[in-house]
């Protein structure tokens, strides 16, 4: 499993959230069906990697 530091992890939470904030804004009406699926799975995922990051953020200034 590869260590990352806590300056790589919270510049990749900063670039994700971005994102995040992105696809929140996107209409989803105006999308079609399988464009609505893969927004609504791409904000999903984009949650997890975040509260992933968050965790080992936490863990590595615990350590610190």
């Known amino acids: 499993m590869q260590v990352f530091t806590l300056e790589e992890l919270n510049n990749a939470h900063k670039a994700l ?24 799975r791409r904000i999903f995922a984009l949650k997890v990697a975040l509260t992933l990051i968050e965790r080992e953020a936490t863990k590595l200034e615990e350590e610190s």
């Open 17 to 40: 959230l971005s994102t995040l904030h992105k696809c929140e804004k996107i209409e989803g009406a105006k999308l079609g069906i399988s464009q609505q699926t893969l927004l609504t």
